[in-house]
C-alpha cells in the first residue's frame, strides 16, 4: 500500500477535525450512518423545506409531530446554518433543510419517521 504524502496527510487530518468540529458546534453526532441530537434521536429533512429559502415549511400542528432542532450554539459552521422560524426561533439547518425530530421516535436510534409520507427523511451524509 502507497503511503500519503505528509502534506495530503496533513489536509485530510484538517479536514476530518473540522468536519467533527461542525457537528460537535451543530450538537448533532453520527450514529449507525445518520445525525443525531446530543440524546441520540434521529434527525429529519422534510421535502417540502427549499435548501437555502431560510425557513421552515413545517408549523403548528406539524412542529408538534416534528420538533425542530433548535441551534444551540450561536457558532453553527458550514455545512450548517440557522434558519429564523415564524415564532423567531432559531432552527438548525443541514445543506440548507432545516431539522426535525420526530415525536413519536421514544428512544435513541429509532428512525420510525424515516420516508413517512414519503415526504420525510433521516439525514444521512
Avoid at 455545512?79 to 445543506?95: C, H
Avoid at 436510534?109 to 409520507?117: F, L, N, S, V, W
Wanted: one cysteine or more; hydrophobic letters at 40%.
Amino acid at each position: 500500500m502507497k503511503a500519503m504524502h505528509p502534506v495530503r496527510a496533513a489536509l485530510a487530518a484538517v479536514l476530518v477535525f473540522a468536519a467533527a468540529g461542525a457537528l460537535a458546534q451543530s450538537g448533532l453526532k453520527k450514529a449507525d450512518g445518520v445525525l443525531v441530537d446530543a440524546a441520540g434521536m434521529t434527525v429529519y429533512t422534510f421535502d417540502k423545506d427549499s435548501a437555502g429559502s431560510g425557513k421552515s415549511a413545517c408549523s403548528g400542528p406539524c412542529a408538534k409531530m416534528w420538533p425542530p432542532v433548535p441551534v444551540v450554539d450561536e457558532r453553527v459552521a458550514s455545512p450548517y446554518s440557522a434558519v429564523t422560524r415564524e415564532d423567531g426561533a432559531k432552527q438548525l439547518a443541514y445543506k440548507g433543510k432545516p431539522l426535525y425530530l420526530f415525536a413519536k421516535d421514544s428512544k435513541p436510534g429509532e428512525r420510525k419517521g424515516d420516508k413517512m409520507k414519503d415526504v420525510w427523511h433521516v439525514v444521512t451524509d
